[in-house]
């Protein structure tokens, strides 16, 4: 079962990665080059449901939606392109961090090319 500081962990070691509470106490967001690619309830991980959102090609998060009950449309999000993943519901970390790496990869190929370089040239 993941917690807080695994995700946390997962996301900064990722190059490029930053966190912050731009919205509020609650919201922790990560960002890749200032675009966000996962957002989380804090207090959602102290009451013991936590859930991220992540971004997430259209078509695949219609499938995802339709196979799993652990995602949803994005809460407060596009619904478009954005999901809510509910974590610790029996939903393997291992695809949970699958999810994570598809909305930064998929963030980080909409950076203009200038970002896109800056961020390889710190790896």
């Known amino acids: 079962m993941m917690n807080i500081e695994e995700l946390r962990t997962f996301c900064l070691l ?8 731009p919205f509020d106490n ?5 960002k890749v ?6 957002l989380t309830s804090l207090a959602h991980w102290e009451t013991g449901e936590p859930s991220i959102n992540v ?6 998060a219609l ?13 407060h999000m596009s619904k478009k392109h954005w999901n809510t993943v ?8 291992q695809k949970i961090l699958h999810f ?4 930064y990869d998929l963030v980080v190929s909409k ?13």
């Open 26 to 30: 609650d919201t922790l967001v990560f």
């Open 63 to 75: 499938k995802l939606r339709e196979k799993y009950p652990q995602v949803i449309p994005g809460y």
């Open 100 to 103: 994570i790496n598809h909305s």
């Open 86 to 93: 509910h974590i610790n519901t029996g939903f393997p970390d």
């Open 55 to 60: 971004k997430c090609d259209p078509k695949e």
């Open 14 to 21: 990722k190059p490029g990665v930053t966190e912050e509470l």
């Open 33 to 38: 080059m200032g675009k966000i690619f996962v």
């Open 111 to 123: 950076l203009t090319k200038k970002l896109r370089d800056q961020l390889q040239n710190e790896n």
